[in-house]
């Protein structure tokens, strides 16, 4: 049976593979290893005439990658809905036909010469083998049975050989009856002359002594509309023309009367429209019909009713039949069977017939046109499938049917030989069968039509035509034989994709699969959770369809099962998850079935995906309904969740917070039960605070958002007593004490270039830091004193999906500026709050504030952005609420609010129009939170947030003196507030009701995608497969062509083979591993420089805070596609991509790395003044990090008293390690194949620890040789590799790890400022305050002192500020305080 199963991390995470018995030769399988060994075997095979170098190495193909998932690279919103065309908005019903037969038997009409002999069975009767009125009452009678094949539940009204008032009567007494339903006029003009090009048909007179004509536009008239008219007579086109016209001038008529009603047409009753009408007729308007004795004479009414009987008589006809010996038309009237028994040879043949007419018409026709023929009324679905045999059949007589709306020619389609070869194989054997009675074989016809359907699925390339066969597909899934397997290749054909989906849905797949869940076949299970995966994944809207049909019992039953696999179990929960999704309907069914306890059950499930979407679908459950978030309390289902926020797939840990998120926002009665619920619940959620992936953090904002709404008077009065603090309370902020910056020259205004804008940042378009601002940036916006603005993630604009669902900033003025949260959060940090009155400091509603102010610091802009959107809905409504109230003229508000500031009376603005909150606001401090009247009987509505359109002016109490810092713009603006008073764009960037992320929405695409394609990277013919393969061939190049340098060894290091001014003081440089590229950063923004040929690449904003610095850099998959980690000494770390090229960087993700790292009043120029006050060993290191790829291992510290180590691939602290100093780490260096750290301390120790132990027995060693601040410790990576480490002092001490005392000493330069050691060639290089480097080999001995630049004049070296050496080639990059970049290398030009 069809499974789906999971390959290692990096491989196909689901893959299905069919094992029923006709499918075992398509199994497959794709093994990562397989594809690496075979990879390295065809890199390394002599085929590809490689060069020795130019083999890749194996190594990079298994080194693990680092933030290269989905959540990393694709936004986190749906996919874009695609419009569903399949659902029929209009099924009809054909519930009357009026047959009308001018045959006037023995007769023939005066302008008809017929030939002798002529064709003469009407409905297979011959109307001269009895008497004319028996003849025409039996041929009436056989008619409707006909036709009763078809639509047995019509009403048949039948009107031989009438006259125009009987044919009036018969048509407007149909009319009346159906209604708005379809009516079918059936007309046989075999006894009556030709019809007129005046568009009049003809029938009889009382004594059949004249022809009557019947105008075309009053049969119109009583027929209406919708109606289906079929001619059965000789220029049978004709009538099709003139209906047309007539039609037209319906049209015209209606489009006078209503234009001008005192025109005379509309006071006539008005006509019809005949818009909705079809027409089949037997031939063109210049045609006559067939005459051939061996045919019936109303051919194309044969075709149309009894299709089999005449298609096999034709096939006899043909010359081809002579290849079926002993056929006859004789044998052909036996043929056993029923019509309506597809076991029996004739059932089977009509089957077969039915899968081809369909399946061409879906391949010719117009989409629309196959909808409205063929799927929306069955009658007219199946006189349209037997007017293509018309078609065929009487084209081979010179006759052409015709249509209106009209097809394209299908009589030439190669289905119809499929057609042939199904009736040659059943007719085949009918002599044996009838004569000897032998067994009926079926028809391979279904077989061999799914065979080509798999090698269409198998074979195929991307962009094709659709397979022809999916109507077949269809058709077969009827029959129990081959059901299983047309079931699992129509899941293969799903999966390619959302537009394979909407063309099964269009075939007409939807009933089918739902009438399928009634069966308890348990081999149908896995493929029809797959089949309704792929539906719902791309048409949510099938919810009420499965629903009604009780469907969704059936995807409980396969949640419920344990014995099924996770993969099918992971599908029935996102089915049931789409179901209960904004469905109250949907959730009160699932809700009874039981839904919560099986989805409790599966939380702790071994299955990832499983877990994600057991607690979406928990989440969405309870979503604003009542009932089951009871129920969810009862079953603890808050407490099971909480293990979910410790899960180590980032997705899983953001499931479980949007399912508690929705759990705390039911808007339903609180009683002290709930709000203790509640509080837990928030306390439990605050823990995520410094989690690592953005996106949970992202969710966290959304879910306190909910708790926020429900407790909004609470939070309003924690808000203006954290107002009230911050006003009250003077931090010394870092951003505004004095940097040690005197030694750094002023930069010079013009050389200041212009900043690459970053995504994340869009409206950073200036060529600025936050040090010194172009003035374009001072114009943009000014904060309150007139100073530049802070540049943070807080009040930068993102192109976030947060922004997009919520209306983006845009540059409004939130009443809580960044640097007010900043400050705020810090004052929470350290103050006297408890003192305060009211609420107490520690309740719940205050550590919420702290945690969103904490999150509105997020490094990551869409995370800060959602908080301060937050922050500010409440702050807003805080200092509405704690205005004083000015009485209001009754008239001038629609409902009572609270006074705007304006002088003309208050235009507030109210989304949704919910009333104000107590203007008191000593009322706010119970735990009431009053509730909206409801109007007419309807819930109560989620409070929406107050929308002032105060042209962005902030309201302000008359409790605040003037002189807060709160707000933007002084309460004096409100007298000029009140001209713009109109302008809608105000708070707009405050919070709505229902804030999302659209995660749930992101994660369902899964189910969209292909999940059985071989992903792009695993498939050896991609695109980027082959750039993978090149990077690794030039990353093996890089690594063989520099050993062969250092193994001769380096013995000078002084050619300068680049040097420029960077825009900024370099603080961290570092070498890209393999490209000829260099990252410089100065305090808050980043340089690339192609240093061979000598231009810069990029220059971008890295959105720390003014008062922090970028103190280390890393570049993570440095071997493949390459991202930049960026430190700084707030403990902050940002991730980048797409620097260096053409493209606008990007990131990737941000988290708090450290998260008790307060930054001191440390300057850019630490380096310089590092001697003065490193001897003291205290503060000052900022964050230091380092990187193991071949974990996925982040270890960070710095100013803090642990090691803190990040797991990538999970985005979660896997270990804090104790440093067990008082004094701050400053620089780490760790060996993955021994799990060791090696960490020099500010106190002058070297600290070794073994992570694999715990934490009080971690720290192995520690050498305290060194007097002063460690500058750099380097763990050797080989497994005797020692720690070498240097101090400020300059002594370079090297430690076996094995002994406590260091087996080298040597002594460089005192007054280090900087050093670095190249891994490779045993070199290290000392940068000083005397403003030269010295390079040293491992011996101590020096090979190059470099003193001056090679430019004009051959000037001085500023002071050091930072060097380091290339990870391969003998280079070092060399920043110092005047601005200057430059590199060196052992030899000229080396590359």
Known sequence: MARLFTVGPGGPKHVWFSSSPSNQGLSQTWDTRALMKMDSELLNSPALCLAEEEEADTSDWNLPLAFMKKRHSEKIEGSKALAQSWRMKDRMKTVSVALVLCLNVGVDPPDVVKTSP??????????????????LETIGANLQKQYENWQPRARYKQSLDPTVDEVKKLCTSLRRNAKEERVLFHYNGHGVPRPTVNGEIWVFNKNYTQYIPLSVYDLQTWMGSPSIFVYDCSNAGIIVKSFKQFALQREQELEVAAINPNHPLAQMPLPPSMKNCIQLAACEASELLPMNPDLPADLFTSCLTTPIKIALRWFCMQKSAKLVPGVTLDLIEKIPGRLNDRRTPLGELNWIFTAITDTIAWNVLPRDLFQKLFRQDLLVASLFRNFLLAERIMRSYNCTPVSSPRLPPTYMHAMWQAWDLAVDICLSQLPTIIEEGTAFRHSPFFAEQLTAFQVWLTMGVENRNPPEQLPIVLQVLLSQVHRLRALDLLGRFLDLGPWAVSLALSVGIFPYVLKLLQSSARELRPLLVFIWAKILAVDSSCQADLVKDNGHKYFLSVLADPYMPAEHRTMAVFI?????????????????????AICLEQLSDPHPLLRQWVAICLGRIWQNFDSARWCGVRDSAHEKLYSLLSDPIPEVRCAAVFALGTFVGNSAERTDHSTTIDHNVAMMLAQLINDGSPVVRKELVVALSHLVVQYESNFCTVALQFME???????PSPANTLEPCNLTPVRDSPAIPRLRSVNSYTNIRAATTARNLNKSLQNLNLNEEGGPVTFSPGNLSTSSSASSTLGSPDNDEYILS???????????????????????????????????????????PEVSDLSMKVLNSIAYKATMNARPQRILDSGSLTQSAPASPTSKGAHIHQAGGSPPMPSASSSSLTNEVPKPPTRGGEQPPMRPPYTPTLGGQAPHSHQFPRTRKMFDKGPSGSEQAGDDADDPGGHKAYMNANLSTGLCDWSAKYFAQPVMKIP?????????RKEREWRFLRNARVRKQSQRITQRGVTRLDDQIFINRNPGVPSVVKFHPFNPCIAVADKDSICFWDWEKAERLDYFYNGNPRYTRITAMEYLNGHDYSLLLTATDDGALRIWKNFADQRNPEMVTAWQGLSDMLPTTRGLARRVSICLDRSKGQGGAGMVVDWEQETGLLMTSGDVRVIRIWDTEREMKV???????????????????????????????????????????CRVMTYREHSSWVVKAHLQKQTDG??????????VRFFELRSPDSVNVLQTVKGLTAL?????????????????????NSNGDVISNIKYYDGFMGQRIGAISCLAFHPYWPHLAVGSNDYYMSIYSAEKRLR
């Open 1316 to 1336: 670095d050691i190249h891994p490779q060639a045993n070199l290290f290089a000392c940068g000083s305050m005397n403003q030269f480097i010295a390079v040293y």
């Open 1215 to 1257: 270990q804090d390690i104790p440093t067990g100093a008082d004094s701050c780490v400053t620089c780490l260096s760790c060996d993955s194949q021994r799990s060791l750290i090696a960490a020099g301390l500010g106190d002058g120790s070297v600290r070794l620890y073994d992570r694999r132990m715990g934490a009080n027995e």
């Open 725 to 731: 603090e911050e006003k009250n309370y003077a931090v």
């Open 118 to 135: 002529c064709a003469r069975l009407e409905c297979w009767i011959d109307p001269l083998s009895m008497s004319p009125q028996k003849a």
């Open 818 to 860: 960044f640097e007010t949260i900043d400050k705020m959060r810090r004052v929470s940090s350290y103050s006297s709050l408890n003192s305060l009155i009211g609420v107490s400091f520690n309740s719940v509603y205050t550590q919420i504030w702290r945690v969103l102010l904490h999150l509105a610091a997020d490094p990551f």
């Open 576 to 596: 049931l998850a789409v179901i209960v999704n904004s469905y109250t309907t949907g959730q009160e069914a699932c809700l009874q079935g039981n839904l919560i």
């Open 1282 to 1291: 020692k720690i070498i480490s240097v101090s400020v002092d300059g002594d």
């Open 1016 to 1024: 792009e990277e695993h498939d050896v013919e991609s695109q980027v």
